[in-house]
Nanobody
Framework: VQLVESGGGLVQPGGSLRLSCVVP????VAWFRQAPGKEREGVAS????????YADSVKGRFTISLENKSTLYLYLQMNNLKPDDTAMYYC??????????????????????WGQGTQVTVSS
């Protein structure tokens, strides 16, 4: 299973980007990011029931969604971007039923399949 992200780029503070990732019929999915010199962190997750969960740092600004357009697309809508959002962003997923929606859903250990990443740079 190969996941491919797209939609990254350079944006000014306060701007918006939408990241996309083509996924198979995963039971739960998430977005992660990793900035230079920092550990990977979970950003947003969506479980089998459609319940979403966000890291505090992005709550109210980012939205994770899944859309079926004959192909299944995982999106991350990012609004009011800040320089601290600069990072490589990765989509991730796993098969099977998962109903959790707390901090555990943003653990990398929950996901077996990962994309190669797309760079997001927020700078004026």
């Amino acid at each position: 299973v190969q996941l491919v992200e797209s939609g990254g780029g350079l944006v000014q503070p306060g701007g918006s980007l939408r990241l996309s990732c083509v996924v198979p019929n995963f039971g739960h999915v998430a977005w992660f990011r990793q900035a230079p010199g920092k550990e990977r962190e979970g950003v947003a997750s969506r479980n089998t029931l459609g319940t979403t969960y966000y890291a505090d740092s992005v709550k109210g600004r980012f939205t994770i969604s899944l859309e079926n357009k004959s192909t299944l697309y995982l999106y991350l809508q990012m609004n009011n971007l800040k320089p601290d959002d600069t990072a490589m962003y990765y989509c991730a997923g796993n098969y099977g039923y998962y109903s959790g929606s707390g901090p555990d859903s943003l653990s990398g250990l929950m996901y077996n399949y990962w994309g190669q990443g797309t760079q997001v740079t927020v700078s004026s």
